[in-house]
């Protein structure tokens, strides 16, 4: 059974940083494309950073340049370094897993992931 448990998340003034971290259970992150995801309320659910097998990046501009994703094999983790915090960034952020084995992709579309986690509140205030 695989399970995706995040942290790391809570309250932090505009400017400030927080970082994220999802911890997966069931399935090997190393064989795995990974991707962080946000909803804020009455909003979609948007993808925000992603990192393939092979250690390729993507980013949402909304966040770029803010925003690293990282991955730590070993520890079978995923982080999300957030840094320089908008009010915008206020949502619940979702770690998820891609179901894919053929593609070595930094997908940002929620359909390309088949695994996710309960979310972690972020609020940033201004």
């Known amino acids: 059974q695989v399970q995706l448990v995040e942290s790391g998340g809570g309250l932090v003034q505009a400017g400030g940083s927080l970082r994220l971290s999802c911890a997966v259970s069931?399935?090997?992150?190393?064989?795995?494309?990974m991707g962080w995801f946000r909803q804020a309320p009455g909003k979609q659910r948007e993808g925000v950073a992603g990192i393939s097998r092979g250690r390729v990046t993507s980013y949402a501009n909304s966040v770029k340049d803010r925003f690293t994703i990282s991955r730590d094999n070993a520890k079978n983790t995923v982080y999300l370094q957030m840094n320089s915090l908008k009010p915008e960034d206020t949502a619940v952020y979702y770690c998820s897993l891609d179901t894919s084995v053929l593609f070595d992709r930094a997908s940002l579309t929620a359909r390309d992931y088949g695994y996710w986690g309960q979310g972690t509140q972020v609020t940033v205030s201004s």
């Open positions: 069931g399935r090997t992150i190393s064989r795995s494309n």
